[in-house]
Nanobody, 123 residues
Framework: VQLQASGGGSVQAGGSLRLSCAAP????????MGWFRQAPGKEREFVAH????????YYADSVKGRFTISRDNAKNTMYLQMNSLKPEDTAVYYC?????????????????WGQGTLVTVSS
């Protein structure tokens, strides 16, 4: 599965961005998906997860209430709507497809990764 993340950019604190993750091919709808991020000098961390149908979503406490994960299986695309952005949200954001059975909160559970898209939030 090839994943292509896009939509990153620079925004001021309080602003919004929407990230997209395109996955050309017929198998996209069979995968649960996730977003992770890695800030400079920090470890990669879980942001959000969505089940294959879109019926179940999970968020990191740090983004709950501000970010919304969604997917459109007809378009083979997943989204991350990010509102009320903070400088601490600055990171490279990665989309990933879950292939394993370990915790959805760990990167090890995801076997396919996009190339990452940079989000910079200025104060």
């Amino acid at each position: 599965v090839q994943l292509q993340a896009s939509g990153g950019g620079s925004v001021q604190a309080g602003g919004s961005l929407r990230l997209s993750c395109a996955a050309p091919g017929r198998t996209f709808s069979t995968y649960a998906m996730g977003w992770f991020r890695q800030a400079p000098g920090k470890e990669r961390e879980f942001v959000a997860h969505i089940s294959w149908s879109g019926g179940n979503t999970y968020y990191a406490d740090s983004v709950k209430g501000r970010f919304t994960i969604s997917r459109d299986n007809a378009k083979n695309t997943m989204y991350l709507q990010m509102n009320s952005l903070k400088p601490e949200d600055t990171a490279v954001y990665y989309c990933a497809a879950r292939t394993g059975r370990s915790s959805i909160y760990t990167g090890a559970s995801y076997g396919y990764w996009g190339q990452g898209t940079l989000v910079t939030v200025s104060s």
